[in-house]
């Protein structure tokens, strides 16, 4: 038996690409292309009387990951620090206020934009029907905020968006629409994390109990107790 089932990779696995050498602590890897914090400028700091409380997404370079900065940047952002990209590099959502206590701290090396262009998977074909989108970590962010979130979404950008967590959501595109242009309407919006194109896998479904033969090695017999693989 064979069913269809959107997919969903983890955060970390979407965002960022990482290597078994080392890299240079000032190139930030994201999927849609590489940040060098030696050439790109830092955030500007804003007159108090520009400044304002909206969330926004930002990439923090540290000098090195420990528990303390961790701690520090936490405690000002009143939130657990979890999207983490090679190299020393986490994504936050952070106020005005918030981002310049952080850009301070003597362990963060560097304070960048998480731009829009950054959110878009260069995967994704003009012809994609179904998007998915990541939102940023919000512990505050429920179900209901989500939900609001998601009609916002599909006023904004003329699309249908429905909330399959609290952290994502699935687009469904007509067919005359352009994907990447629907992309980048949705990366506008400060909560998106991360945009790619939704497809199908399959999941084979097996007995619940039984056993079977290696088809290598004849003489392995393999033994399972599962419903769904």
């Known amino acids: 038996e064979v069913e269809a ?5 983890p955060v970390a696995i979407v ?3 990482s290597h078994c050498l080392p890299v240079h602590a000032s190139i930030i890897e994201l999927r849609a292309g590489n940040v060098d914090t030696e050439k790109t400028k830092e955030i500007p ?6 400044q304002d409380e909206e969330q926004r997404p930002y990439l923090i370079n540290l000098k090195e990951v420990n528990e303390d900065i961790k ?10 620090l979890e999207e983490y990209i090679p190299e020393n590099t986490f994504v936050i959502l952070a106020s005005h206020p918030e981002i310049y206590e952080i850009q301070k701290l003597p362990g963060v090396a560097w304070v960048g934009d998480y731009k829009p262009g950054y959110k878009v998977s260069p995967d994704i074909g003009k012809g994609a029907r179904k998007l998915t989108v990541l939102l940023g970590h919000d512990m505050h962010r429920g ?11 599909s006023e904004s950008c003329k699309i249908t968006a429905t909330m399959a967590t609290s952290k994502t959501l699935l687009l469904s595109l007509k067919d005359e629409q352009d994907a990447l242009k629907i992309a980048s309407c949705t990366s506008n919006h400060h909560p998106v994390l991360w945009i790619e194109e939704r497809k199908d896998v399959k999941v084979w479904s097996a007995p619940t ?6 088809l290598h090695d004849p003489a392995t017999e393999i033994h399972f107790r599962s419903t769904d693989l």
């Open 15 to 17: 965002l960022a690409i």
């Open 71 to 80: 701690k520090s940047i936490s405690n000002i952002i009143h939130e657990s």
């Open 209 to 214: 109990t039984g056993s079977t033969h290696n």
């Open 5 to 9: 089932m959107p997919s969903f990779l």
């Open 143 to 153: 179900e209901e905020e989500s939900l609001k979130f998601a009609q916002i979404l």
């Open 45 to 50: 700091q804003l007159e108090v009387s520009l």
